[in-house]
């Protein structure tokens, strides 16, 4: 999943965009990755997802990108924005004349229009936690009701219709209040076409017209449209083989969707109406071939069927690759961490209204099944055979080795999941005056080997204080994400921007990522305190009380920093990796390889 707080890691830098690389012949490129795409719009709940988050840096263009030192970097090839004034805070966007969507349509305010008003939770008319959801975890909306599955809140701290101007290409937000990481509100126009929402949502086929219906339906708020228009913005982008309505994978970057068989492989091509409004590769073709198996990936790059891979760490993994002739690795903590999530809202151990709304009580469930979690026995076991040093992650909001790591878990509460504490569970369930055993259903990757080793090792322990551990383990569980079925959830976040109000959407009421209903008004202000810090040491003194009631509350529990390791065959060159999402593609530029040592289709 993408979207997360850290701290910045530095890497080595690589070079910059190349905008005008020539191409002497066809080359490909065969990525090996761990989980399918499934949708073409990763600003969604279900979009969410580094799986996604990859394809759409290939297919879309942006205003900023984060460079191999990690330093946000301008790319005004593609666009501008500037401060135009501080008080209040106002910000203009523009988009450079002649940039098009790959069907000829210019990427203009339309799509900026888009991007803020589907994210603005002014625009919907109910909430997401007052909605059902289907057997695909996503929302079921009644007729006439506006709800798209977003939620942004710099979006939503601009409430006045943008300005537009430049004959259409920009549009000028003003901030209700100021948000210190308004640089990382809008870094592109949007990743799903204005002019294809408004064809799918309202029938209408004129792109220009499509364009102004959509400006239109946000300025008038005219909920008619915009009902029809959120979902289409939320559902219709979502596939897992390629589909047959080309505005459903419209690219205004280097590469377009051109094949994609389900669960297999995802191909992209040349996006031929790529103009040099962003860096130019140098392959013309790039193939990412799904498995959530890491030795098999390592298999595929030895028999040469892939070219790149970065399959989850292990043993057999690193010894595997360690034999291999023609091939480079290297390993480091990467920018994931590991955690569990526990669930507030679904009528299950660890939500109130179980108790007839006793929070205190539910609160004490929590704590107790948290207590259980053998986080020191997982590192030992698992991670620490990979990384000597590794220890565990007791921060929610910082990676470890950052500037502030330190001193934040110093003082945030992570102290009470140091040990497992079987007899202080037992004590809490005891008080609370539940029966025992209690059942929690556990969310993970079923195929993924280490997440496996991880719930049995977190089963086994739970037992112990009076838990029933239920396997929900699930391939498909990054869709299954805040549907309710599941107590407890097991998976990553991994980080998408240096800005520790990157995690906001994960513990504000109704976030984007707060999967599991959960809600503290204290918690709330608190992040919008930190919106508007621009000063250092207040900012960590706030998130340190955003940590402390985390904790507190028995939110959830940090485990580890994920081991990394890139590998790829030698005649690929240019390969670099970051701690950010897009980790491994961020540079797609510079990878150079030659068609005959293209690895087979």
């Known amino acids: 999943m993408a979207a997360v707080a850290a701290g910045a890691l530095v890497l080595t830098a690589c070079s910059g965009p190349d905008t005008g690389s020539e191409i002497s012949e066809t080359t490909s490129v065969n990525v090996g990755w761990n989980e399918p795409f499934r949708s073409t719009n990763n600003l969604t709940a279900n979009g969410n997802a580094t799986a996604n988050a990859n394809i759409i840096y290939l297919t879309t263009s942006f205003f900023n990108y984060y460079d191999g030192d990690l330093n946000l970097a301008k790319n005004e090839d593609f666009g501008t924005y500037e401060v135009t004034s501080e008080d209040p805070l106002t910000v203009k966007y523009t988009v450079n004349e002649g940039v098009e969507w790959s069907d000829g349509t210019p990427v203009d305010a339309a799509d900026m229009i888009l991007f803020w008003g589907a994210q603005n939770d002014g625009f919907d008319t109910v909430a997401g936690d007052e909605l059902e959801t289907d057997a695909d975890g996503n929302p079921?909306?009644?007729?006439?009701?506006?709800?798209?599955?977003?939620?942004?809140?710099?979006?939503?701290?601009?409430?006045?219709?943008?300005?537009?101007?430049?004959?259409?290409?920009?549009?000028?937000?003003?901030?209700d209040e100021p948000r210190s990481d308004w640089e990382n509100g809008m870094n592109q126009p949007s990743p799903v076409a204005a002019h294809a929402v408004a064809n799918i949502a309202l029938g209408i086929e004129d792109p220009t017209e499509g364009k102004q219906a959509i400006e239109d339906a946000f300025k008038n708020k005219d909920n008619a449209a915009l009902a029809k228009i959120a979902d289409a913005w939320t559902n219709a982008f979502n596939f897992t083989s390629m589909p047959d309505n080309p505005l459903l994978?419209?690219?205004?970057?280097?590469?377009?969707?051109?094949?994609?068989?389900?669960?297999?492989?995802?191909?992209?091509?040349?996006?031929?109406?790529?103009?040099?409004?962003?860096?130019?590769?140098?392959?013309?073709?790039?193939?990412?071939?799904y498995s959530e198996d890491p030795l098999a990936s390592v298999t595929a790059l030895q028999n040469g069927e892939v070219d790149l891979i970065a399959p989850q760490s292990?043993?057999?993994?690193?010894?595997?690759?360690?034999?291999?002739?023609?091939?480079?690795?290297?390993?480091?903590?990467?920018?994931?961490?590991?955690?569990?999530?526990?669930?507030?809202?679904?009528?299950?151990?660890?939500?109130p209204a179980t108790y007839g709304g006793d929070a205190e009580k539910a609160r004490m469930v929590r704590e107790a099944f948290l207590k259980t979690i053998p986080r020191q026995e997982i590192i030992e076991k698992l991670i620490k055979p990979l990384q000597d040093d590794a220890t565990t992650r007791d921060s929610q909001l910082y990676v470890p080795g950052s500037p502030d790591y330190d001193t934040v878990i110093a003082d945030n509460g992570s102290d009470m999941w140091a040990d497992v504490d079987i007899e202080g569970a037992k004590a809490l369930l005891a008080q609370a005056g539940v029966t025992t055993p209690v059942d929690v259903r556990f969310l993970y990757g079923k195929s993924n080997v280490r997440r496996a080793n991880e719930y049995q090792l977190i089963s086994a322990s739970a037992t112990q204080a009076g838990f029933n551990v239920i396997d929900n383990g699930d391939d498909t569980w990054g869709t299954i994400l805040g549907n309710g079925s599941y107590d407890a959830a097991l998976f990553g976040w991994q980080s998408t921007s240096t800005n520790v109000l990157n995690a906001e959407a994960n513990y504000i009421t109704g976030g984007q990522n707060n999967y599991g209903g959960y809600s503290n008004p204290e918690i709330d202000d608190l992040w919008s305190q930190i919106a508007v810090s621009t000063d250092d040491d207040q900012t960590v003194g706030l998130a340190t009380q955003v940590e402390q009631k985390l904790n507190q509350d028995a939110f959830g529990v940090t485990i580890f920093q994920f081991p990394g390791v890139v590998a790829n065959r030698d005649v690929l060159q240019g390969v670099s990796s970051i701690a950010l999402s897009p980790t491994i593609f961020w540079n797609y530029w510079d990878w150079e390889i030659s068609a005959s040592d293209s690895a087979t289709e």
Do not use: C
């Open 314 to 351: 292990s043993v057999d993994v690193l010894s595997t690759l360690e034999t291999l002739d023609n091939v480079s690795y290297t390993t480091a903590p990467e920018g994931t961490y590991e955690h569990v999530d526990l669930t507030f809202n679904n009528g299950g151990p660890f939500d």
């Open 140 to 175: 079921v909306v009644g007729d006439g009701d506006v709800y798209f599955d977003s939620s942004s809140p710099a979006m939503t701290a601009v409430s006045q219709f943008p300005e537009i101007g430049d004959d259409g290409r920009s549009v000028t937000f003003v901030y």
């Open 249 to 289: 994978y419209l690219s205004y970057g280097p590469y377009i969707i051109s094949d994609y068989v389900e669960g297999q492989s995802l191909t992209l091509k040349r996006n031929e109406n790529f103009g040099d409004w962003g860096p130019n590769p140098k392959v013309d073709a790039i193939t990412i071939r």
